[in-house]
């Protein structure tokens, strides 16, 4: 049984582990990093990666139904085979790319499950590690059902390594994994069935837009079902997935995949031998990102934080710990304004105050059709609408995107609420023309009759 001392122990090695774990390094700090799965964790592996590599060609499609009639002919589909080899040419290189980039920072790696022992102490397969200071970022894992035959349902990480995609599939959730795989899915050919236990779509987001998002998903041909609380789960003779609702519905697909929320990883790391405590979805840390032992730290999805659970905010964390550790003096962690964006068709982005709080805050609410901006119409794109909240001071609060690049529009308004603009400011940026940047300013200033 080896013995090994460090500054640092980190485990995952996902966004937020190897952003502490080279921040840590450039700061003079010996770190280890541990890592029980894939190197870079579930975004680059097997989530939000891999899902824009597949997009690529949803979007391609899409553009080009869109100008059916003006200048485009024929017919377009997608070769899933093909389009999976694409994305694998992305995901296959990344845990060879992470390790050499760990030797070459002179960052220690080990692989394996790793437990607490005590508050400073961590087990491994023939491995023992002691740290002053432990940093966990092992990330979540899709919730289960907890039903009987859960084990016939599939996962995010089985949708992005399909070899072919199934002739109909059903996708368990309204969320930003529901919606995204839903658009994919019937891309490919899929006839696609998404349920829900409630009657929410995007819990959370505008609702003018989401309602104006399930229409469009409805008219392309995705089945709805409201309600429908899974009970059961069982398998056909010819191995197709049938799902049981407490009110006598039943649906018979080829594939059922598990898109209702995800649960933090930390059930199998025994924190209790350290001290550490669980609250709600994840670990509980204070404002510096403490847990219950202040020597350890939990950053990215499996902290219990009123902060989305995106890859720019696990990594923001995971470098204002290693900025903790290295100097304890320094303030509590202050997040900016982090837009959030579910990559549908279209797509839709949000940012700060919602029009729900607007309302109850006296906010001010201005809608805007942008489908006739140069940027838009060129593509005839169907769908692309905005909201943005000021306060009583004009500045911009909040803001909402639906349309095709909702993904970029939405960052504009994201840099105008963490400076603290108004309109008149946003207008006065000057941007490549014709571009949505110049349209954005005009938008700002009224002009876009």
């Known amino acids: 049984m080896t013995l090994e001392h460090f500054d640092v122990g980190i485990i995952g090695a996902g966004p937020a582990g190897l952003s502490a774990a080279f921040a840590l390094k450039a700061g003079g700090k010996s770190v280890v990093i541990i890592e029980e799965y894939l190197w870079g964790g579930t975004c680059p592996n097997y989530g939000c990666d891999p899902k824009k590599m597949l997009l690529a060609a949803v979007e391609a499609k899409d553009q080009v139904e869109h100008l059916a009639g003006a200048g485009v002919v024929g017919d377009v589909k997608l070769d899933w085979t093909t389009l999976m080899r694409h994305k694998m040419a992305f995901t296959e290189p990344i845990t060879a790319r992470k390790i050499v980039g760990l030797d070459e920072a002179g960052i220690a790696h080990r692989y394996g499950h790793a437990e607490f022992v005590d508050d400073q102490t961590v087990q491994l397969p023939g491995n023992t590690i002691k740290a002053n200071n432990w940093i966990i970022a092992t990330g979540a894992r899709p919730a289960r059902l907890d039903v009987p035959g859960d084990h016939y349902l599939l996962d995010n990480e089985d949708f992005l390594n399909l070899a072919t995609m199934p002739d109909e599939i059903t996708l368990i959730g309204g969320g930003f994994i529901a919606i995204e795989f839903a658009n994919i899915a019937l891309a490919a050919g899929a006839k696609v069935h998404l349920v829900l236990k409630h009657d929410v779509v995007l819990r959370g987001f505008d609702r003018d837009m989401v309602a104006t998002m399930v229409a469009e998903m409805t008219a392309k041909g995705v089945n709805f079902q409201f309600m429908f609380d899974t009970d059961t789960v069982t398998q056909t003779a010819d191995g197709r997935v049938t799902l049981h609702a407490t009110d006598g519905r ?23 031998a350290a001290g550490v405590q669980v609250e709600g979805n994840g670990i509980k840390v204070d404002e510096y990102l403490r847990t219950t032992t202040e020597h350890i730290y939990a950053v990215g999805d499996v902290a219990n934080l009123p902060v989305p659970k995106l890859t720019p905010t696990s990594s923001a964390e995971a470098r204002y710990v290693a900025g903790h550790i290295l100097n304890p ?4 962690m202050v997040f900016p304004a982090t837009p959030v964006v579910v990559f549908g068709s279209p797509k839709l982005g949000e940012v700060g105050i919602t029009e729900a709080v607007a309302l109850t805050q006296g906010y001010s609410i201005e809608s805007f ?6 940027g838009y119409y060129r593509n005839l794109e169907p ?10 001071q004009g500045v911009i609060v909040g803001a909402s995107v639906l349309a095709a690049h909702a993904d970029e529009l939405i960052n504009y308004f ?13 207008r006065k940026e000057m941007y490549s023309y014709p571009s949505l940047g110049s ?8 002009g876009m009759d």
């Not at 990883?265 to 025994?270: A, M, P, S, V, Y």
């Not at 059709?369 to 140069?374: A, G, L, P, T, V």
């Not at 840099?415 to 008149?424: E, L, M, V, Y």
């Open 439 to 446: 349209d954005m300013t005009a938008f700002m200033g009224g």
């Open 414 to 426: 994201t840099s105008a609420i963490n400076r603290k603009q108004t309109q008149a400011d946003m």
């Open 329 to 332: 003096a320094n303030g509590p």
């Open 250 to 272: 039943t649906l018979t697909v080829a594939a059922a995949f598990l898109a209702a929320g995800r649960k933090g990883n930390t059930d199998q790391l025994n924190i209790e």
């Open 383 to 392: 769908v692309a609408q905005a909201k943005v909240i000021l306060d009583q």
């Open 369 to 374: 059709d942008m489908s006739h901006w140069m």
